[in-house]
C-alpha cells in the first residue's frame, strides 16, 4: 500500500485527500438534489457544506488534543500540527453539529433539517474515507491470531500480552493460529507496518468502511423516503454510527482512552443513549402535534 496516489515534482496527492475529496464532491451533489425537493437554495447548501466541513475539522482535531493534553500541554507548537497525531471522528461529528446550528441559527433554518438532510451522506463519506486510512496503514485492527479475549480487552492488557508474546520462542507463537483469513500485511513504512511488523493484522478501517456502506444505505435508500419527524434521521445517524464505532472498536489498536477504558466506546455509548432518548421525545411529541 502506498499513501500517495500521483506526484509531479514536489506535489503530491495522497489517497487520504482524494477519498475526502470524492466524497465531499459527491455528498454536496446529493446535498443539492435533495436542497431542490425542499426548496433550499443550492447557495445556502453550498455554504453549509463548507461550514459544516471547517467546524468539523476543528471539532476532530480539538477533541483529539483534549485527550492528549499532557503531550500538547508541553508541546502547544503541535497543536495546529495536524499530522502530529491527527483528529477524532466524535470530534468531527460534535464540531459538525455546533456549525450547523450556528449556521442555521444565522440562515433562520431548522437545524435538524440540514441534519437530516446531511446525515447519510456522512456515513458515505466516513466509509470512502476509511479506504485513505487503509492506503496510510492506519486506523488498523491488532494481529489476526490474536486470542479474542486479548482483542476484546482492554488496550494496555493487549500490549501487556503483545509484549510477552514476543518474547515467546517460535513453537510457542505457534500455538497461535489465525483466528481470521483476512488480515493484512503493511508495509513498515506505515503506522500500522511499525507497530506490528509482517503480522496480519484486522482491516479495521475495512470493518468500519463496511458497516458506515450498510448505515448509509439504510438512511438514504429506507428512512429518508418515510414521514418522521425532523431530526429522526440525523440522531438515527447518531445511534448507527455509535454502534458501528463500538464494533470496530473491539478491533482497533490505537483508540484514545479515558481513565482505563475506550474512549470511542464511552462516548459511543453516551451518544447512543442520549439520540436514542430524542428520537423517543420528538416522535411522540410530533404524533401528539397531529
Given at each position: 500500500m502506498n499513501p500517495i496516489f500521483l506526484q509531479i515534482g514536489s506535489f503530491k496527492l495522497s489517497y487520504y485527500g482524494l477519498c475526502y475529496a470524492i466524497a465531499f464532491f459527491i455528498g454536496i451533489e446529493l446535498l443539492k438534489k435533495e436542497a431542490d425537493k425542499k426548496g433550499i437554495s443550492k447557495n445556502i447548501i453550498e455554504d453549509y457544506?463548507?461550514?459544516a466541513m471547517l467546524s468539523g475539522l476543528l471539532?476532530?482535531?480539538?477533541?483529539?488534543?483534549?485527550?492528549?493534553?499532557?503531550y500538547y500541554f508541553s508541546h502547544p507548537q503541535d497543536i495546529i500540527a495536524v499530522w502530529k497525531g491527527g483528529m477524532a471522528i466524535h470530534g468531527g461529528i460534535?464540531?459538525?453539529?455546533?456549525?450547523?446550528?450556528?449556521?442555521?441559527?444565522?440562515?433562520?433554518?431548522?437545524?435538524?433539517?440540514?441534519?437530516?438532510?446531511?446525515?447519510?451522506?456522512?456515513l458515505l463519506g466516513?466509509?470512502?474515507?476509511?479506504?485513505?486510512?487503509l492506503a496510510n496503514g492506519e486506523v488498523h485492527g491488532v494481529p489476526t491470531f490474536t486470542p479474542l479475549k486479548v482483542i476484546f480487552n482492554l488496550k494496555p492488557s493487549f500490549y501487556q500480552w503483545y509484549n510477552s508474546y514476543n518474547l515467546m520462542s517460535l513453537t510457542e507463537k505457534a500455538q497461535y493460529k489465525e483466528l481470521v483469513p483476512w488480515g493484512l500485511v503493511f508495509p513498515t513504512s506505515s503506522p500500522a507496518g511499525s507497530e506490528f511488523p509482517n503480522l496480519p493484522l484486522h482491516p479495521a478501517m475495512l470493518y468500519e468502511a463496511?458497516?458506515?456502506?450498510?448505515?448509509?444505505?439504510?438512511?438514504y435508500f429506507f428512512m429518508r423516503k418515510k414521514n418522521y419527524a425532523t431530526g429522526t434521521i440525523w440522531w438515527t445517524y447518531?445511534?448507527?454510527y455509535s454502534i458501528n464505532r463500538i464494533i470496530v472498536s473491539f478491533f482497533r489498536a490505537e483508540d484514545l482512552m479515558l481513565y482505563g477504558f475506550r474512549a470511542p466506546h464511552v462516548v459511543s455509548f453516551i451518544m447512543l443513549l442520549i439520540a436514542a432518548i430524542i428520537i423517543i421525545v420528538i416522535n411522540k411529541k410530533s404524533g401528539s402535534d397531529k
Open positions: 457544506a463548507f461550514i471539532g476532530g482535531r480539538l477533541y483529539y488534543v483534549l485527550f492528549n493534553y499532557t460534535i464540531g459538525g453539529f455546533i456549525g450547523t446550528l450556528i449556521y442555521a441559527h444565522r440562515k433562520k433554518l431548522n437545524p435538524f433539517l440540514l441534519g437530516d438532510m446531511v446525515a447519510p451522506l456522512l466516513q466509509g470512502i474515507g476509511r479506504f485513505g486510512n463496511a458497516l458506515n456502506f450498510i448505515g448509509f444505505f439504510f438512511l447518531i445511534i448507527i
